[in-house]
């Protein structure tokens, strides 16, 4: 008798947990894969371009928060191909209603100081974005190759 109580309260409990559960919505940002080195990005990255980021050109909606779209003028494809000119998209770290979606200042922003920049791309339907929100790029000087590991922070 003990037996088929605690069987029936287990089936009951395990009925209800879906019930309960939908009540819970739980949105989580998407992850970002971390690398190792910038050949590691490289190699996972669709394209590879060196170049100037000049200006950001617009924002668009990405997982729920404004990011913004960059102008970027290519002096070298490393990896793929295309024209002298490209827009990127610069995923940011934070999803969802953000007043600072890139918590701090948006890499790509940053890199609008800067003599170059390798960029590690993926391409989407909607057309290019880096690879990720803190290893999309590295700062280069002029001539200078892509470093073997990522510049300390």
């Known amino acids: 008798m003990r037996r088929a109580r605690v069987w029936g309260l287990a089936v009951t409990l395990l009925c209800l947990a879906p019930a309960v559960m939908g ?6 940002c998407p992850g970002w894969a971390g690398y190792d080195t910038p050949d ?12 100037h980021v000049l200006q950001r ?12 779209v ?18 990127v998209l610069s995923p940011p ?6 007043a600072d979606p890139y918590l701090g ?8 100081r800067q003599e170059g920049s390798a960029l590690f791309l993926v391409e989407t339907e909607s057309g290019w974005r ?21 510049p300390a922070r």
């Open 57 to 68: 050109v617009s924002t668009t909606d990405f997982n729920g928060t404004n990011a913004n």
């Open 40 to 51: 590691d990005a490289a190699e996972s990255a669709d394209a590879v371009v060196v170049g």
């Open 70 to 87: 960059w102008s970027v003028e290519v002096v070298e494809w490393i990896k793929s191909d295309g024209p002298d000119r490209i827009e």
């Open 105 to 112: 200042e948006d890499p790509l922003q940053s890199a609008t």
């Open 23 to 28: 009540c819970v919505q739980v949105q989580g």
């Open 130 to 150: 880096t690879i990720s929100p803190v290893q999309g790029l590295v700062e280069l000087a002029p001539g200078e190759p892509i470093p073997t590991g990522w």
């Open 93 to 98: 770290p934070a999803c969802g209603p953000s």
